[in-house]
């Protein structure tokens, strides 16, 4: 084979065929552990197309689960297959693969655009090829402006992005975000999050993981929680939140006539029980989150209340850990 | 149901050149790397230094057989005297008193005035050489036998005898009295002083320093430094074997190791030719030596490369592994030149690459051992307060110089060498991929 140093010609045709019928992740019975300890312990997923949130708290095993993924960690036992080829044993599968890790260090020395198009050209692509790849998925991303500026004058933000244009340069089926909202700016995060809808609108495999519920919420209704290296749920988000509906729910009201907003929630059949905290809160005990929420506005519209706020303290992610650990298995 | 075997072995070209160029910026962008490279400019320099120094200075001319000196105070050097059969040691017998007066010769006749004339190469089996140049051996006044001290029958000769014993080559040297006894030190000195320095910087400074401290400092941290900042999860994330990802960052490696070495050594060809002694300008001859100490250099950069890169994966502190292995390769660099057959050397990398410099030494100036072996004898001490009669820079080069081992001829020395050296290579390099193709990274 003569070297290509021009890099001018076309990429050979044998390429790596993936199985047909195979799903884009496929995981059997998946354990990782270190000595005695399970980073993750059990898992059986199979996710092809859409947008999966993997939800979790720091050290859930969400990394370990992308790691693994990757081919950067060998499974102790199980299997795991990414469009029907282990990636442990065969690098091959990402060349429909897009992998933005957590890492935060970066080739600072690198402009984002020759970041991205030297790493397109692992993918096979020709130097010219790598460069229009490169410039459509920063403009994709929002990073055309600063395209060949050094990485290191980058923002969090612009940084995350550069990562993400990275992952998608090959144009792949699969995408898996490691945390890619973590520390950014507003601005960035709402880009990042059109992005990612926007793949997932796509038809492609999107996996994103959070520690934050609500930033997940914003991206997709499939979720994965994982707790303590285990499998805690999979599915809608919704149908999570009506069986959380079920169980005791505070809703936390900043009024500024509390008591007579309680005289007139009162009424609602759902309500349990109220407490008044502080002068200024009222908080509302109920098993049927969602009633409350559909009559909560026309109660204080037709009594010309003044609200400041209104909290669901008990919707986020460590409530709902503490609901699923606590018995309530789906 | 596989259909195809998966397959990621396509586009080699494209996915080298681009971690090689990547590898070649990242370089540029280190500061360790100039630290690296200009130190080892810095530390060459200062040997060339030296040399131009040693090169630039006198060699003091030594009267080896002491016929210059004029014992007897009467004008005469002891050799004009002797020559012209009145008594060296009587001031009232002197060439002033014939008829007609002979004026006395300048004492500068007498010094240097006899000097190697040995037309033979190194072979087992006894040879004679040797002319007597200033006549004192071929003296009319002298008997047969005293003109043929070594009873050959010939007179006023030098017999080289070379023997073989428990497999070493012996010699012993047998000279007629007057014949070749006062070489002129200075010509043997300087030659012998340049050759010995081009064997020792290409042996010492280059093969062995350059080579075993470039990929000490710019290879161990090929794998072993993107692993630990987490930035090799970029590059695993494509499709390329890990084998591809350690070979490629190795050529990137070389890709500044080996014109940095060729650069360097271009320099120290030059500065020797132009400084070295010559008839012309310029030394073309030893050029030959200088292609085989870079050629030398840069095999020992890729096996050190592969060997460091691995040590890196292995390891965090690979670097604590490569040393060592560095020490290893400094004995064996110094058994190499004591002991150039010593089976050791076969578990070394600098032995192999100091048998090609050793290979094109014996190519490029085939007479070295009978150069080495005239100025240890340096005239054989004719005047007996010359206890050591060995000349100047004979010592150092019998140090430097070796036979390339193996009993191999020059030409196929060179090849054993280069192949040795190519198949430790690829050894070095599968055993890295290995470890990092088993290695988990967080």
Known sequence: ???????????????????????????????????????????????????????????????????????????????????????????????????????????????????????????????????????????????????????????????????????????????????????????????????????????????????????????????????????????????????????????????????????????????????????????????????????????????????????????????ILGYLTSGGSM | METKPDSIYRAFDRKASAIIEFTLRQYRTKTSTWVVLGVGFVALSLIFLIYIDVMGSEFESIDNDGDSTDYDNDGYPRGQELRLGTDPWDSESHPGLFDPPIEPDPVSMYINEDGFDWDITTQLGTQTTGMDDDGDCLDSNKTDSQKDSNNNGIPCDIIIEYFESDGKIYSNIYADSGVDEDPDEDAYSREAIHLAFVLSIGKLGFVLLLGIFLPLFLATGLIRDEMSSGTMHFMLAKPIARTEVFLYRTLGYLGIVWPYVIVLGILGALISGFVGPSDSFFRFADLGVWLAIIFATMMATLVYGMLFNALGVMWKYGIILAIPFAAWELGMALLSMGAPDAFLLRFSVIGWALMIVDSAAMLVWPNLDLFILMGNWGGGGVGSWNFDSSLDGAGPLGFFSSKPGLGLSAFSGTIVATLVLLFQAIIFWFVGGAIFKGKEIQ
């Not at chain 1, 995350?160 to 990275?166: D, E, G």
């Not at chain 1, 285990?230 to 149908?239: D, E, F, P, V, Y």
């Not at chain 1, 005791?248 to 500024?256: D, G, M, V, Y």
Request: contains cysteine; proline residues 5%; negative net charge.
């Open chain 1, 1 to 319: 084979m003569i070297p290509d140093f021009d890099q001018q010609g076309k990429v050979e045709t044998k390429e790596w065929v993936p199985e047909v019928a195979a799903p884009a992740v496929l995981l059997e019975n998946v354990s990782k552990s270190y000595g005695r300890i399970f980073a993750l312990s059990n898992i059986t997923l199979a996710l092809n197309g859409g947008v999966t949130g993997v939800l979790g708290m720091n050290g859930a095993g969400k990394s370990t689960l992308f790691n693994l993924l990757m081919g950067k960690l060998k499974v102790s036992q199980g299997s795991i297959k990414l469009f029907g080829t282990d990636p442990w044993k065969n690098p091959a599968p990402y060349a429909r693969v897009g992998f933005v890790p957590e890492h935060e260090k970066m080739y600072d020395w690198m402009t984002g655009h020759g970041f991205v198009s030297t790493f397109a050209r692992l993918n096979g692509l020709t130097r010219d090829e790598a460069n229009i790849e490169a410039d459509r998925v920063l403009e994709f991303v929002g990073l055309t402006d600063v395209a060949y500026k050094k990485i290191g004058q980058y923002s969090k933000g612009m940084r995350q992005r550069a990562k993400i244009a990275h992952a998608l340069v090959n144009d792949p089926e699969l995408i898996i975000l490691d945390e890619p909202l973590q520390g950014c700016d507003p601005l960035a995060r709402t880009t990042i999050m059109n992005v990612i809808r926007e793949l997932g609108r796509m038809g492609r495999t999107v996996l994103v993981s959070s520690h934050i519920l609500q930033e997940i919420e914003r991206i997709t209704e499939q979720i994965v929680i994982l707790h303590q290296g285990r499998l805690l749920a999979l599915g809608n988000l919704h149908s999570i939140r009506e069986r959380l509906d079920k169980i005791p729910h505070r809703i936390s009201i900043r009024a500024e006539n509390p008591k007579q907003l309680a005289k007139d929630v009162i009424d609602i059949d759902e309500v349990f029980g109220i407490s008044f905290p502080d002068g200024e809160n009222i908080s509302i005990q109920t098993h049927n989150l969602g009633a409350i929420h559909s009559q909560l506005p026309r109660i204080i519209v037709d009594n010309n209340h003044k609200v400041s706020t209104i909290d669901n303290p008990d919707d986020d992610l460590a409530s």
